[in-house]
Structures are given as C-alpha cells and as structure tokens.
C-alpha cells in the first residue's frame, strides 16, 4: 500500500492510499486510512460551509446597513423640504397678508401654530407591530408626567423666544435686527457642544461662520424704511431682547435634541408629530390668549372686510399659513430627531438665503447682488457641513471595514 499527500486548494493536505492489487482491502490497516481520508473531507466541507455562511452574514450585514442609511437620508431630505417649503411659503403669505391691507400682530401670530390639528391622523395611526420591543419597553418607562413636562417647557420657551423677537423687531432697526439674529447659529453650534456633544471641525466651522453671514449680509442694504432717531434705551431693550431671542432659539433646539435621547428614546416618527403637535396646541392657546386680552379680536370681521382679495382670500391665506408653519414645524424637529440640532438650524439659515428666490419668482422682487451674495454664501456654507457628513460616512465605512478584515484574517 502506498501513502501520498496531496495538498487542497485551501492548504489542507489530505492523505490518501493507494492499494497494491495483491493486499486485500479488508485489512485493518487500509479501514484505518479510509477513515482518516473521510474525516479529512469532512473538515473540508465544514470549513467551506463555514466561510460561506460568514461571508453571505456578512453581506446581509452590509446589505442591511446600507439601507438603513439610505431611508435615514431619505428622512432627512424630506425633512429638509419641508423646512426650505414650508419657511419660504410661510414667510411669503406673511408678506401677502400685510399687503393685502391686515394688519393683526396677533392673528399673523397665531397662524404660525394653528396647524397642529393636521397632524391629528398621523397621531392617531398604531405604531407598528413588528417594533422593536426594547425600544418600546424604554418609551412607555418616561412617565406620561416627564413627557408632558418637556412638552409645556418646550412650548413656553418657543412663546418667550417669540416674544422676545417681536421686541427686538419693534425696537430694532431691520438691518441691526437681522445681524443679531444671524448669531443664532453660532449659539446653537455652542450650545450643542455642551449639551448634545456636537463634534466641531474646522469644516463645520467655517459652515456656521459663512452661513452666519449670508444671513446677516442684509445690514449693508439701505434700509429706507428704518427710523434715523432711535433712542439710546430703545437700541438697549431691542439689543438685550434680540440677543437672548437667538440665545434662547438656539437653547431650544439643542434641548429638544436632548429631550429625543434622554427621554423620548423611541425609533419612531410618531415622537416627532406628537412634539409638534403639543407644543403648537400650547403656543397656540397662549397666542389665542394674547388675542383676546388686546382686543384684537373685536377688529378680526373689519380686517377681513378690508381685505382686498376678498373674505375668502383673507381665510385662505391664513389657512395655507398655517399648513406651510406646520410644515416648518415638523421639519425642523424632524431634522433634530434624524441629524441634530446644528443640522435644523444650518437648514433654517439656508431658507433665509434660499427665500429671496420665491420672492423673486411669486411676488415679483427685484434679485439684488447683495440678495445674490447672501444665496451663493448660504449655499457654499450647506455644501460645506454636509462635505463634512461625507467625511463622517466614509470614516465610519473604514471604521466597520476594519474589524472584518481582521476577522477574516483570523479565520
């Protein structure tokens, strides 16, 4: 009998036997070397099946990350349009409504929130059965207390920070006022670093400070319209309200943020209408309140009669404000729940670079360069921050890359 080893595609060498024709094959010594030779293939086999079942997990793995990834930025493009809409239509009938002859602070107001209703359906659809226990488990544990705490603290803050910038309106030049507000995004980069972690680059950065600027490029306009006298007390309580209105904006949406992963920690969208929904019923009440108390209401049938599109316009403008705000509403919170709270505010500053152009194109503005500039600065500082979760993805890809190739070479 002769013995040879012959060595596999995989490196494992299997020995096989070869039986002179005059040895009987029912020797003890040729069953011996059968039963090695078998159990050598069997190995083989195992090992085979091993790798492909790695490799085909390892493919669903990725497969399935890829996905998840591409409905989260699906999500996030939604939301985003949401936001660029509804604050661009939102801020056009605004300006319609004021030039149709109304002339109620409070209705205009009021009309910012009064599209919570509509969100009413989605509130009421059943979440999924098929959700992930764990996550389920973890939202009924906030009481019902907490969640009704976040939501009337939320809502009160968006009360104060909008009275604060009507203040800052009264008081303030537009162009001062419009420099302060554009601070908002550089208080909410800051406030996000110290309550949400938000990681800061030399790219995000260089976002922030160019998106501060297209919306603040509007102070080298010449503003007919601003009073030459202003008083040293009315520059101080237009200043001081201005500033803590985009302190507190910026606040805001940095603890909503930490309200999404400290308390309403649900993978869900059904979290993100019920804030919107709460907090745009307490604003609502509240401006309702502010209606009645300063007697505006009395004025609301002679506003409408001097409308002059009509009674029917009048409605139907207030009735589109008020879906074009919930829009707003519901992507700015989306963007914080599905990015962050820098994210929502990037986005909020690029509609007001973005907003010139629906101007332009529905109520016939003129497109100055100074318009054109804050456009092109608004825009290059989008690119920018989102070049900057171009890096991120990439890095994180290198990151899961890595522990897999390892694992493999250990195999």
Same mark, same amino acid.
């Given at each position: 009998?002769?013995?040879?080893?012959?060595?596999?595609?995989?490196?494992?060498?299997?020995?096989?036997?070869?039986?002179?024709?005059?040895?009987?094959?029912?020797?003890?010594?040729?069953?011996?070397?059968?039963?090695?030779?078998?159990?050598?293939?069997?190995?083989?086999?195992?090992?085979?099946?091993?790798?492909?079942?790695?490799?085909?997990?390892?493919?669903?793995?990725?497969?399935?990350?890829?996905?998840?990834?591409?409905?989260?930025?699906?999500?996030?493009?939604?939301?985003?349009?949401?936001?660029?809409?509804?604050?661009?239509?939102?801020?056009?009938?605004?300006?319609?409504?004021?030039?149709?002859?109304?002339?109620?602070?409070?209705?205009?107001?009021?009309?910012?929130?009064?599209?919570?209703?509509?969100?009413?359906?989605?509130?009421?659809?059943?979440?999924?059965?098929?959700?992930?226990?764990?996550?389920?488990?973890?939202?009924?544990?906030?009481?019902?207390?907490?969640?009704?705490?976040?939501?009337?603290?939320?809502?009160?803050?968006?009360?104060?920070?909008?009275?604060?910038?009507?203040?800052?309106?009264?008081?303030?030049?537009?162009?001062?006022?419009?420099?302060?507000?554009?601070?908002?995004?550089?208080?909410?980069?800051?406030?996000?670093?110290?309550?949400?972690?938000? *990681?800061?680059? !030399?790219?995000?950065? &260089?976002? @922030?400070?160019? $998106?501060?600027? =297209?919306?603040?490029? %509007?102070?080298?306009?010449?503003?007919?319209?601003?009073?030459?006298?202003?008083?040293?007390?009315?520059?101080?309580?237009?200043?001081?309200?201005?500033?803590?209105?985009?302190?507190?904006?910026?606040?805001?949406?940095?603890?909503?943020?930490?309200?999404?992963?400290?308390?309403?920690?649900?993978?869900?969208?059904?979290?993100?209408?019920?804030?919107?929904?709460?907090?745009?019923?307490?604003?609502?009440?509240?401006?309702?309140?502010?209606?009645?108390?300063?007697?505006?209401?009395?004025?609301?049938?002679?506003?409408?009669?001097?409308?002059?599109?009509?009674?029917?316009?009048?409605?139907?403008?207030?009735?589109?404000?008020?879906?074009?705000?919930?829009?707003?509403?519901?992507?700015?919170?989306?963007?914080?729940? *599905?990015?962050? !709270?820098?994210?929502? &505010?990037? @986005?909020?500053? $690029?509609?007001? =670079?973005?907003?010139? %152009?629906?101007?332009?194109?529905?109520?016939?503005?003129?497109?100055?360069?100074?318009?054109?500039?804050?456009?092109?600065?608004?825009?290059?500082?989008?690119?920018?921050?989102?070049?900057?979760?171009?890096?991120?993805?990439?890095?994180?890809?290198?990151?899961?890359?890595?522990?897999?190739?390892?694992?493999?070479?250990?195999?």
């Amino acid at each position: 009998m002769l013995l040879s080893s012959i060595k596999s595609k995989n490196g494992v060498h299997i020995v096989r036997c070869s039986l002179n024709k005059k040895k009987k094959t029912d020797s003890p010594t040729f069953k011996a070397y059968v039963t090695m030779e078998g159990a050598h293939e069997k190995l083989l086999h195992l090992s085979f099946d091993e790798t492909q079942v790695a490799e085909s997990s390892e493919i669903a793995k990725n497969s399935s990350l890829q996905s998840s990834k591409l409905i989260q930025w699906l999500q996030v493009f939604i939301f985003t349009f949401f936001t660029l809409g509804g604050q661009a239509a939102g801020t056009l009938l605004g300006r319609v409504y004021y030039e149709q002859g109304a002339k109620s602070r409070w209705i205009a107001t009021l009309a910012q929130t009064a599209g919570f209703p509509f969100l009413l359906p989605f509130l009421c659809y059943p979440s999924p059965k098929n959700h992930d226990d764990q996550q389920l488990s973890i939202d009924h544990q906030s009481s019902v207390l907490v969640r009704a705490s976040v939501y009337i603290f939320l809502g009160l803050f968006q009360v104060a920070n909008s009275m604060l910038f009507t203040v800052g309106v009264q008081y303030l030049p537009v162009s001062t006022y419009s420099l302060i507000f554009g601070s908002q995004l550089a208080f909410t980069a800051l406030t996000s670093f110290f309550l949400n972690g938000q *990681k800061m680059t !030399a790219i995000i950065l &260089n976002s @922030i400070v160019l $998106l501060s600027f =297209s919306s603040s490029v %509007i102070i080298f306009r010449d503003e007919t319209g601003d009073s030459g006298e202003i008083s040293r007390k009315s520059l101080f309580i237009g200043f001081a309200a201005t500033t803590l209105g985009s302190l507190g904006y910026a606040l805001q949406f940095s603890l909503t943020e930490l309200a999404f992963q400290k308390v309403f920690k649900s993978g869900t969208l059904k979290v993100v209408m019920k804030m919107s929904f709460y907090i745009g019923l307490l604003v609502t009440l509240t401006s309702s309140i502010g209606l009645f108390v300063s007697d505006e209401w009395n004025d609301l049938e002679k506003e409408m009669r001097e409308f002059r599109s009509g009674k029917l316009s009048y409605v139907m403008n207030l009735v589109w404000t008020a879906v074009s705000w919930q829009l707003y509403a519901v992507g700015s919170v989306g963007l914080v729940f *599905k990015a962050s !709270a820098l994210f929502s &505010n990037v @986005i909020i500053n $690029l509609g007001g =670079s973005v907003g010139p %152009i629906f101007g332009m194109v529905f109520l016939k503005e003129k497109m100055s360069g100074l318009k054109v500039l804050s456009l092109l600065l608004g825009l290059w500082g989008y690119a920018s921050y989102t070049y900057q979760h171009y890096l991120d993805d990439l890095e994180a890809k290198a990151s899961e890359a890595k522990p897999s190739t390892e694992a493999g070479d250990n195999f």
